[in-house]
């Protein structure tokens, strides 16, 4: 069975950090590209970030450009997500994403599958 498990959400003050972990099962997630994602509170689901299926290709949105880095360690078929200096805004529930490409590719659609979400409040 092909899965995406996301962990390492929870609730933190304005300037904290969090670390989300995308572990794949059932498939070999060398071979693609992964992507986050974030859905807020009445808002449409957005792309957070992404990685090449070598690691070597990475891009950012810019409202967390400077602040989140995306890595991923092929051996353990994971992908992380470091957010530091969070803000309010970024509460939401972050996805992650299979994409049906070894780079890295804009349209939600070209992302096969999904984990759960994983909620991330910011606040005081």
């Known amino acids: 069975q092909l899965q995406l498990v996301e962990s390492g959400g929870g609730s933190v003050q304005p300037g904290g950090s969090l670390r989300l972990s995308c572990e794949a099962s059932?498939?070999?997630?060398?071979?693609?590209?992964v992507g986050w994602f974030r859905q807020g509170p009445g808002k449409e689901r957005e792309g957070v970030s992404c990685?090449?299926?070598?690691?070597?290709?990475?891009n950012y949105a810019d409202s967390v450009k400077g602040r989140f880095t995306i890595s991923r360690d092929n051996a353990k078929n994971t992908v992380y997500l470091q957010m530091n200096s969070l803000k309010p805004e970024d509460t939401a529930v972050y996805y992650c994403?299979?994409?049906?490409?070894?780079?890295?590719?804009?349209?939600?659609?070209?992302?096969?599958?999904w984990g759960q979400g994983t909620q991330v409040t910011v606040s005081s």
């Open positions: 059932g498939f070999a997630l060398r071979y693609y590209a």
């Open positions: 990685i090449s299926s070598s690691g070597r290709s990475t």
């Open positions: 994403a299979r994409a049906r490409s070894i780079l890295c590719v804009s349209q939600i659609s070209q992302y096969d599958y």
